[in-house]
């Protein structure tokens, strides 16, 4: 079994700094891979960026690359999205989901089974 929990959302004005964590709970020995999606209501859900399993190599969707920074701290079971230079356009419900496989970019939410519950990220220009 996993469990995801997503915590650090907020309001922050335009040009500012956030950084989302989540927390991962199994009780399995095999790697997850992580990823961050984003939806706004009446838009589709986009997925963000991905820390896959193994060495830790990271993608992002071109919307964000060079802004936001998928990291993690294996000995607390987190992985954390730094997003900086936010923007108006960033302002969604943000969701960590896992797979125990590599899924294939571009994401898709169907190929990951563990979603947290989400964190609101709002972002004023």
């Known amino acids: 079994q996993v469990q995801l929990v997503e915590s650090g959302g907020g309001s922050v004005q335009a040009g500012g700094s956030l950084r989302l964590s989540c927390q991962v709970s199994k009780d399995t020995m095999d790697p997850i891979t992580i990823a961050w999606f984003r939806q706004d209501p009446g838009k589709e859900r986009e997925g963000v960026g991905v820390l896959y399993a193994g060495r830790g190599t990271t993608m992002y969707a071109d919307s964000v690359k060079d802004r936001f920074t998928i990291s993690q701290d294996n000995a607390r079971n987190m992985v954390y999205l730094q997003m900086n230079s936010l923007k108006a356009e960033d302002t969604a419900m943000y969701f960590c989901?896992?797979?125990?496989?590599?899924?294939?970019?571009?994401?898709?939410?169907?190929?990951?089974?563990?979603w947290g519950q989400g964190t609101q990220v709002t972002v004023s220009s």
């Open positions: 989901a896992g797979a125990r496989y590599l899924p294939r970019w571009p994401l898709y939410e169907g190929d990951f089974v563990y």
